[in-house]
């Protein structure tokens, strides 16, 4: 298992990522911003191409389309699926930041896709959550 937030969890979720399917013309850098873990405020970021994540890594991109913020407990529940991204836009659990429309709609075809969940499910399985 590796430690959510983690290097080795970097590695899972882009491993696990690249298996997603080519959708062409979806590419995304979402900066990602969580506050309140049991380790900090932490700062990841991924790159998708063709609906494939091709890297995910700790750190600040400059390059990012959009940036997610959101406090740690409301990550986990997203990981997990018990949270939905379009339900915790709508709830103001995440603030979002950049091109709306990019992540929102154009990223959203990935997001709500059973490959996404399988996805997300893999890396869920594969997570060990610090308390």
């Known amino acids: 298992m590796a430690e959510y937030l983690a290097e080795e969890w ?7 990522g690249a298996e997603l399917p080519e959708r062409a013309g ?13 380790n900090g405020n932490i700062r990841w ?22 940036t997610i913020t959101w406090k740690y407990p409301y990550d986990v529940k ?4 018990e949270l939905g991204p379009d339900a915790a836009y709508m709830q103001g659990r995440i603030k979002v930041e950049g091109d709306h429309p990019k992540w929102l709609f154009t990223w959203s075809e990935v997001l709500h896709s059973d490959e996404y969940r ?14």
């Open 10 to 16: 970097m590695e899972l979720y882009a491993t696990c």
């Open 26 to 38: 979806i590419d995304v850098i979402t900066q990602y911003v969580i506050e309140k873990t049991p």
């Open 78 to 81: 997203m990981l997990s699926g």
């Open 118 to 131: 399988a996805f997300q499910a893999k890396v869920h399985a594969d997570t060990d959550y610090p308390d």
């Open 45 to 66: 970021f991924d790159v998708v191409v063709d609906g494939r994540v091709v890297e995910a890594s700790l750190g600040k991109n400059k390059e990012a389309d959009v």
